[in-house]
């Protein structure tokens, strides 16, 4: 029988090598193909961003970061394989805000926002309230200030999307207004119903409306920002007008939980280090995003803060995705 100061020496030993085990693993890190899978299809927001940061990845890196687009159930099934998938850091996930949403507002996704860990947030787009130019309300206040008076109508790409929700909270939870929602089948249609005023206003991602808002065809009145976007400087955010909303889309990247420390500070410096490429950030600005740098307890604090405020309004606004 062995003694106990045998089975202590033992333990001793094996805890060490686990400890030098995850910093050995992240210097050969990636030891082969690296599967991300993009929570949404082709052609998207998450998709485009996913398959830049991949590429980047793969020459960076020397091994093929390999895009594979998952979409469904509102981003959960891909949440889903990521989360069960083994931690080694060769299975990511590239996914939106709706992470952040959906761990409030779908009760049925098939797995804990726990399950998942962060890795990098790297580019961000704000709301837009836009109207019609016919329309008498020359700003958000005044328009604000009619709709508490008599119901209007507003587009947004869809139920459950980040836009809708934010609008949601922002119309009945903070500004008391009488809003009547009318989804669409993606951004395209609501700016169409927009352009053609059969509806009083739209709140979508901003990089689907800046051209509108640009070329005069729209009127922004507001951004869900915390600071005024370049590309519509003219148009206030939602704060100065005397709403605290802030709403917004972000593309991110995510691994499963057990994936160890190191691996995961590794993935994090590479593509902080390459989202300042200038070519990166020239495709970011083409579609309409910021870049984000944030270093890995950065990341953890900012995802935290994401789900707690979409929880919120989710919560105010009674909108569920499942």
Known sequence: MLSFRSLTRAALIAGLGVAVAAPAAAQTYPTGNVNVIVAFAAGGIADAIGRLVAQKLSDNLKQSFVVENRGGAGGNLAARAVATAAGDGHTLLATTTALAVNDTASKNRGNNTADLRPVAIVAISPDVLAIHPSNPAKTMKEFIANGQKASFTYASAGVGTAPHIGAEYLFKEVAKAQSV??????????????L???????????????????????????????????AVKDVPTYREMGFDVLSG??????????????VVLKLNAAINELMKAPDVQAKLAQIGFEPISKN???????????????????????????
């Open 181 to 194: 929602h009318v989804p669409f089948t993606g951004g395209a249609p609501a700016v169409t119903a927009a």
């Open 196 to 230: 053609g005023n059969h509806v009083n206003a739209l709140v979508l991602t901003l990089p689907t409306v800046t051209p509108h808002i640009v070329e005069g065809r729209l009127r922004g009145l507001g951004v869900a920002s915390e600071k005024r976007v370049p």
């Open 249 to 262: 889309s972000w593309v991110g990247f995510f691994a499963p939980a057990k994936t160890p420390d190191a």
């Open 296 to 322: 890995l307890p950065e990341t953890d604090a900012y995802f935290k803060s994401e789900v707690a405020n979409w929880g919120k309004m989710v919560r105010a606004a009674g909108v569920t995705t499942d």
